[in-house]
């Protein structure tokens, strides 16, 4: 199996273990798509507005450590986790993966947070693991 086939079992085992999860992608923080499950419409979208979200969170911690370093290093800050939650649609939630890959799982508005992180963080973790052995 190639390593995108091997990172869609990984997002289909995640949907299917964990009732809470309506859908997963893996996606280039250029806002590509490297896999997904085919259980999110609008996958590109998706994926294109979790890489803006994602990037603008990582320019908000960067200003904020200047800010209170009072420091012009410009050293690259990574977002590891980042947890949106809508009125209406559930949360969203997204984890890095490598230096330019990050995991987007969408989930249900009841969703019980505490094994979703765990869930998403040990797929996350495998899917890490790939990536490091296909560099």
Do not use: C, P, W
């Not at 199996?1 to 250029?30: P, T, Y």
């Not at 690259?76 to 559930?90: A, D, F």
């Not at 939630?93 to 765990?118: C, H, N, P, Q, R």
């Amino acid at each position: 199996m190639d390593r995108a086939g091997e990172i869609r079992r990984i997002i289909e085992e995640l949907i299917l273990e964990n009732s809470f999860v309506e859908g997963a992608l893996l996606a280039e923080k250029k806002g590509m798509i490297v896999a997904s499950s085919a259980h999110l419409e609008n996958f590109e979208v998706i994926a294109a507005s979790s890489a803006i979200t994602l990037g603008a969170g990582e320019q908000f911690f960067k200003k904020l450590i200047r800010a209170k370093e009072g420091s012009d290093d410009n050293s690259h800050e990574t977002v590891k986790e980042l947890l949106i939650e809508s009125t209406v649609g559930g949360y969203v939630l997204m984890m890095t993966t490598s230096e330019e890959t990050f995991l987007v799982v969408k989930t249900k508005k009841d969703a019980m947070l505490g094994m979703i992180f765990l869930d998403a963080r040990h797929a996350a973790n495998r899917i890490k693991k790939i990536l490091e052995r296909s560099k």
